[in-house]
Every structure is written in C-alpha cells, then in structure tokens.
C-alpha cells in the first residue's frame, strides 16, 4: 500500500490558506475537502493540490507530514513554484 503527504491551498477568491495531510487514497482525501467532509480547518473553502509525495511506508510519510506541518517556509516555496508552474 502506497501513502501520500499533501499541500492544497485555496482555490482563487477564498482567503489564502494551506494544508498538509496524509493518506493513502489522494483522490477520495481532496474530493473530501472539497465536499466539507475534511479537516474541521478545510471545511467552507474550495481547494486544489500543490504538491504530493508518496511513501511506501507509513511512519515515514507521518514523520514527513509532521516535519511539513511545521515548516511553513517550505510549504510557502511549494505553493510559489506551483503558482510558477500554472502561470
């Protein structure tokens, strides 16, 4: 089984956020976004993935959830080269 730590960040006209996550289905997790069925902090906005990394083991993919979580530089670099990349 394949495990997946994410960034998505608010579609255009909703107040600029991010989040990390982790799962092991991508697709269901973001359409749960999507349909207020997630996190209590992601539901009432529209959001679209940034990034995503997959492990093949779940401690590794929870530590490097937790470290992503907390460094808010690299999630902010993230978010820039994606914006980068769709313009």
Known sequence: ???YVYLIK???GFKNKSYVGFTNNIKSRIAKHNSNKGAKATRG???ELVFKKTFKN???ALSY???LK???K???DLINEYNKKKS
């Open 1 to 3: 089984m394949l495990f």
């Open 10 to 12: 608010t579609i255009k």
């Open 45 to 47: 906005y529209k959001w």
């Open 58 to 60: 779940k401690s590794y």
């Open 65 to 67: 959830e937790y470290k």
């Open 70 to 72: 907390n460094n808010r």
């Open 74 to 76: 690299k999630r902010t």
